[in-house]
């Protein structure tokens, strides 16, 4: 799913009404059908809302919320505001509409009036959507503050207020905190960065079938990896198969007191379909790798710590989960740069090694795929103030070194070496715990290995993540749920997979 820009939402509205054809107020009909589709059919306990309505288009989303919901039987106060500022042309024809029923409260709101409203009543917030881009004036943010403060379930239309659709806001913007956004038909880049998404509460798209045409033609460099583009990538196993087809993974990494990294990394490997998976790594992690992982072979590269880092030319290699820094490790590490060309994944304490010395970050091979957590990256490529800084120099870097960066977050993103970025939507908290990231390692290593390209293997390894992360919260809880419980989610992600292939068929 494409992520438009808030002036391109805008022209793709205007494509749609010039080309289907249909009138801006029946459009705004169909937002509005929408919304209240979701909130009649996920609301049903609660009946009374308050709903307030700026004078622009979200508030004539908002005005036309109002009417249906009342039809429907909900228990409807409309709040609009006492500025002298007109209505759009749309939003006064959808307040004439409500108006135009009896049984249903429109006041004007102050934010010095007390608003008590019972636990039941549910807030909608439509006073200002993507079209805002300044901070709120003084009345608003003050009664934004005011609803901010009562614990309300507090739904926002399109976007919550005094939330910018493309940028970081300023540190001291006063934006409304919903626990439900429905947007329409895309997400807004602001939704998927830590500083801003903590506003939106869950967000739902919308589909109110906007121009196909437009969102086939018009360019963008950010994505949503959805499903639709997982199963245009996804390819199931062959019947006349054999493990030869399938690549051979190698592990690289482990070091004493470290071994669990690399046991999670060729596990992950295992279950994510490599046709051989090799654990390099130092012989005091061989018993524990062969009892744990007896599927992977077992290849010596030092004592304690990593000495040799030798690997057939037909390995794809994933380094650097429980590597360990020792000064040893480190030439040997850097010395296999320096002689292979084949592209790598560097995760971990490879990442630290080539983070000593920015001549380091030359012998990285070209379209390898990087896998930097942020004080990893920040430690690669310096600080940046915010996410959005920090994506901005991550598209520059990918660029200038030509290699994919997996940027994780919350809400990780894949970042190409033409600078496209996509943002993955799976996953939860339940994976901020140690090990995550080496499962992540083994996967990208193993889809390598089987031959998808790199830039299908970012994005199919980190949706897989975070899928199996999903299923393994459901039955363990975040708080309680492994690692080793997210690799044993794999199996039924791929039966997810293989069953919408065959209905494809």
Known sequence: MKI??????????????????????????????????????????????????????????????????????FDIDVFISDSKRKFSEEAAVNLKRLRDLSGISVRKFAHNEPYHFDDKTIIVDALFGTGLSRPLEENYSMLVEQLNAKKNIKISIDIPSGLSADEMSDHNAVILKADYTLTFQCWKR????????????????LDIDLSQVYADTTGTGYSVIDDQLIESIFIPRQEFSHKGTYGKAAIIGGSYGKVGAAVLAAKSALR?????????????????????CPEAMFIKGGEQFMLNFDVDS?????????????PETEKGFLRFLKNYSQPLILDADALNIISKDPENLKLIPKKSIMTPHPKEFERLFGNTDNSFKRLALAREKAKELDIYIVLKDHHTQVITPQGNVFYNITGNAG??????????????????????????????????????????????????????????????VFEELNRKAEKNL
Request: charged share 20%; net charge negative; aromatic share 8%.
């Open 4 to 73: 438009f820009t808030a002036e391109q939402i805008r022209s793709w509205d205007q494509f749609t009404i010039s080309h289907e054809p249909v009138s801006s107020i029946q459009l705004m009909e169909r937002a509005a059908m929408a919304a209240a589709h979701w909130i009649s059919e996920h609301c049903k306990n609660h009946k009374k809302l308050a709903i307030f309505c700026g004078n622009g288009n979200n508030g004539g989303d908002g005005l036309a919320v109002a009417r249906i919901l009342y039809l429907k039987g």
């Open 190 to 205: 602001t939704f998927l960065h830590p500083e801003t998404g903590r506003y939106t509460g869950k967000v739902e798209v």
């Open 272 to 292: 994510s379909g490599a046709g051989l998976t090799f654990a390099l790594a130092p012989e005091c992690g061989y018993e524990i790798l062969q009892t744990s």
């Open 314 to 326: 037909d390995f794809t290699c994933g380094i650097g989960p429980g590597l360990g820094t020792h």
């Open 431 to 492: 994976l901020a715990k140690g090990g995550s990231g080496d499962i992540l390692t083994g996967i990208l290593t193993s889809l390598l290995a089987q031959k998808y390209s790199e830039e299908q293997t970012c994005i199919l390894g980190v949706w897989l993540h975070g899928r199996a992360a999903d299923i393994a919260s459901e039955k363990h809880s975040k708080e309680s749920m492994l690692p080793t419980d997210v690799i044993d989610a794999f199996g039924a």
